[in-house]
C-alpha cells in the first residue's frame, strides 16, 4: 500500500526556520515526482515545490523561491522541504504528494499525504 506520511510542522516566528519531512512507504520515493503543497484557511490548495524523480530536477513557486529548498535522502525514502525566512503568509496545512510528473495542484494523478501543520504568526 502506498503511503506518505508528512512531519515536521509547527508554530514558527517570522523570520524562523522548519523542515517539514515526507516519508515514503509501500514504494520507492525516487521513482516518482513528489510534490509539496499547502492550503491556508478560506484558500484553495496551492502548490509550492515540487522535485522530479531520478535526477531531480526541482520546481517552486514564485513566492517561496530563494527562500525553500527541497531536497531527497533516498536511503530514508524521504523528501524534506526546508523553509527559511518564514512569513505569516505561509501558514497552512502542507501536503506531499506523489506522481508520475510535477503536475499543478488541481490534478487528479497526485496521491496524498495527511499534511503537516504550519503556522508562522509572532
Known amino acids: 500500500q502506498k503511503q506518505l506520511v508528512e512531519s515536521g510542522g509547527d508554530l514558527v516566528q517570522p523570520g524562523g526556520s522548519l523542515r517539514l519531512s515526507c516519508t515514503a512507504s509501500?514504494?520507492?520515493?525516487?521513482?516518482?515526482?513528489i510534490g509539496w503543497f499547502r492550503q491556508a484557511p478560506g484558500k484553495e490548495r496551492e502548490g509550492v515545490s515540487c522535485?522530479?524523480?531520478?535526477?531531480?530536477?526541482?520546481h517552486y513557486t514564485d513566492s517561496v523561491k530563494g527562500r525553500f529548498t527541497v531536497s531527497k535522502d533516498n536511503a530514508k525514502n524521504t523528501v524534506y522541504l526546508q523553509m527559511n525566512s518564514l512569513k505569516p503568509e505561509d501558514t497552512g496545512v502542507y501536503y506531499c504528494?506523489?506522481?508520475?510528473?510535477?503536475?499543478?495542484?488541481?490534478?487528479?494523478?497526485?496521491?496524498w499525504g495527511q499534511g503537516t501543520q504550519v503556522t508562522v504568526s509572532s
Open positions: 509501500g514504494f520507492i520515493a525516487d521513482a516518482f515526482a
Open positions: 522535485i522530479n524523480s531520478g535526477v531531480g530536477s526541482t
Open positions: 504528494a506523489a506522481s508520475d510528473m510535477c503536475y499543478g495542484a488541481k490534478s487528479p494523478l497526485w496521491s
